[in-house]
């Protein structure tokens, strides 16, 4: 049976704010202005930041085509576009992130000026080595890399770069005067090259609004209702551009928690968000409490670790009580990945789903240890990190030389059955197909593509455990959540030596035990790589258990090797998101996301109302009948 999609009219001012919370409703309606949302972990900021700009449209205090908002990752961006499509506003608000809106408004810029589009250095690395020679050694490269960006994003001049070069590390290998040198070498190689690299995107706009009044008043008339997510994770050059977008009367939202400020080492400055300098007007702020993610036992967890750090939270969780946080020690880090594996798979057989399930580790050389290891374990693992395959794809695409080129590409590709999906060529065509679409006007090659890709697309995969750093996991949510390596050296970093530095470890802390929704359990070594270790003394330790020696039970073993069994709803859901995609002229992934079918093929929702508890209300009111009708017609099948 064909399901066509409803032609609903766009959401009432009504229908955006119901089931809100008071506290939530407050931020929705604040009066325009300056407001300041400051919204802890798990209590809806993305659902009050979009609902504002929904909000803001349906009650005609807002332009959707000139409204703005700035996101600090890729993911975050599409998460905001998927939620702003459901309540169907005539309009298109523009999201993107720092880099991207960078990237645009360069790119507009050489467009009106005549100049050539700016493009992304694909290789940063290599273009350094070029630049320095080869009398610097191959591994002091990324460090040097870090001390160009440390001195960039803190608009730092020459005289300053000293203390850039400091912090970076590179004074033992390097003079202050060859640092110098190396980055104007650099800088003249960029341009010699015409690429930017992805801090070029934003001190180059700032660079030309300051020169060019019509340039800045081109960008304020464009975006005149603007909205900021994470803003405690801005750097002062990031608050420089956002200053630059800012117009008077200020039409500002922003929306943040300093308790999961946790970038400073890379130049965000927290203050920046609690302060709000140099707009030249009061704030409207709105406290946000109210944890809607974690059961009670992971908020106590994650508010005691910090407390038991000396730094204040006040969090309260709206779900019912879950199973206690489990906090396990281990005799090694053998022991240690064993544990893990252990606890990865009850969780899975509890949940039904390994998509729902993370490992975090505050480094990246752990990280690569545990991937290793699950896999071992036959335990399937995403993959965040592409082989020769996706490079070698990068690469004749990035060499394509017009929009025909990448089109015959793309669609020979996708169109001719010869290659299967999942391959690196594969995926790769489908963002190529997705950058044609959204880059319909204009001359566009395969490096205008590049560039793309390394600032606008959303790069996820999403087939089994996830496991990253605490830093990455910034912004996500599990059901069940590892935090392994909790101990001395780890949590804090044995880098932290000033108490700025500790305390932002103990946020990275809570950020890692806040990602957890339903089921958490914290492991640590008492020895790794033959040295004794302790457990973190910020943990909220009651008691401590060990867990079974005997690992995972075979028949769990085997069917972990076994790919998923795709429910037949979950093809239903996918053929109506089609059928809707086609008629309303947007992605698919803009309808409904695969994460969405899937917690719907879990649920199986019979009424409206448990499906807006699902997604949300804005998209059950649009689409629930016809949602419902696939649900039922594929529990028929």
Request: glycine content about 8%; overall charge neutral.
């Amino acid at each position: 049976m064909r399901l066509d999609p409803d032609d609903s009219a766009p959401a009432t001012a009504e229908d955006i704010v119901r089931g809100l919370d008071p506290d939530q409703l407050t931020a929705v309606t604040a009066p325009v202005g300056v407001v300041v949302v400051r919204a802890g972990a798990g209590s809806g900021k993305t659902t009050v930041l979009t609902r504002r700009i929904a909000w803001r449209v349906a009650s005609n205090t807002a332009s959707p085509d000139h409204t703005l908002a700035i996101t600090f990752t890729r993911q975050a961006a599409t998460e905001m576009r998927t939620r702003l499509r459901r309540f169907g506003i005539d309009g298109q608000p523009s999201v993107h992130t720092f880099h991207a809106l960078g990237l645009r408004l360069l790119t507009q810029r050489a467009s009106d000026t005549g100049r050539q589009k700016p493009l992304v250095a694909t290789d940063r690395i290599a273009l350094l080595r070029i630049a320095v020679g080869k009398d610097v050694k191959q591994a002091s490269l990324p460090r040097l890399a870090s001390a160009i960006d440390h001195a960039t994003v803190r608009l730092m001049t020459q005289p300053a770069i000293d203390d850039a070069l400091a912090v970076s590390g590179l004074n033992r290998e390097m003079r202050a005067d060859e640092f110098r040198a190396a980055v104007q070498r650099y800088d003249a190689l960029k341009r010699k090259r015409g690429v930017l690299d992805t801090n070029d995107l934003i001190s180059h706009v700032v660079r030309d609004a300051r020169e060019d009044r019509r340039f800045l008043a081109s960008i304020r008339h464009q975006f005149r209702h603007v909205s900021v997510d994470e803003a405690q994770d801005m750097n002062p050059l990031q608050y420089e551009f956002l200053g630059l977008l800012i117009d008077d009367p200020a039409d500002l939202f922003v929306v943040g928690d300093p308790n999961q400020a946790i970038y400073g080492f890379n130049g965000a400055d927290s203050s920046l968000f609690d302060e709000l300098p140099g707009l030249g007007t009061g704030a409207h702020v709105v406290t946000l409490p109210s944890n809607y993610r974690c059961t009670p036992q992971v908020v106590e967890a994650a508010t005691r670790l910090l407390r038991n750090a000396g730094q204040q939270v006040t969090a309260v969780s709206c779900r019912p009580n879950g199973s206690p946080v489990a906090f396990t020690a281990c005799n090694d880090e053998k022991d240690e990945l064993h544990t893990v594996a252990v606890e990865l798979t009850r969780m899975q057989r509890t949940c039904g789903t390994w998509n729902q399930l993370a490992v975090l580790v505050r480094v990246n050389a752990l990280a690569d240890t545990v991937r290793t290891y699950l896999e071992g374990q036959a335990i399937p693992v995403r993959s965040g990190r592409r082989g020769p395959d996706w490079s070698a794809a990068v690469a004749q695409a990035t060499s394509l030389p017009s929009r025909d080129a990448l089109s015959i590409w793309s669609s020979d590709i996708l169109d001719s059955g010869d290659y299967a999906p999942g391959s690196a060529e594969h995926d790769l065509a489908g963002y190529v197909r997705r950058f044609l679409d959204e880059n319909r006007g204009g001359g566009v090659d395969g490096r205008a593509f590049g560039s793309w890709l390394l600032t606008s697309a959303d790069q996820q995969d999403v087939s089994g455990v996830e496991v990253m750093t605490f830093h990455a996991a910034k912004g996500r949510e599990w059901w069940g959540v590892v935090v392994a390596a909790a101990e001395t050296g780890y949590l804090p970093h044995s880098s932290a030596r000033t108490t700025a530095q500790k305390a932002e470890e103990a946020r990275l802390g809570y950020v890692a035990l806040t990602r957890a929704a339903t089921d958490l359990v914290v492991t640590w070594a008492g020895t790794r790589r033959g040295r004794s270790r302790s457990r973190s003394s910020w943990l909220p330790v009651e008691a401590e258990r060990r867990l079974s020696q005997q690992g995972p039970p075979p028949a769990i073993r085997e069917r972990a090797r076994e790919s998923e069994r795709r429910d037949p709803l979950t093809d239903a859901l996918r053929d109506w998101r089609e059928a809707v995609a086609r008629r309303s002229g947007l992605s698919a992934n803009g309808i409904l996301t695969d994460r969405h079918i899937k917690d719907i093929v879990r649920t199986r929702p019979s009424t409206v109302r448990e499906l807006a508890d699902v997604i949300d209300m804005a998209f059950a009111t649009r689409h629930g009948e016809s949602i419902l009708v696939v649900v039922s017609s594929a529990g028929r099948a």
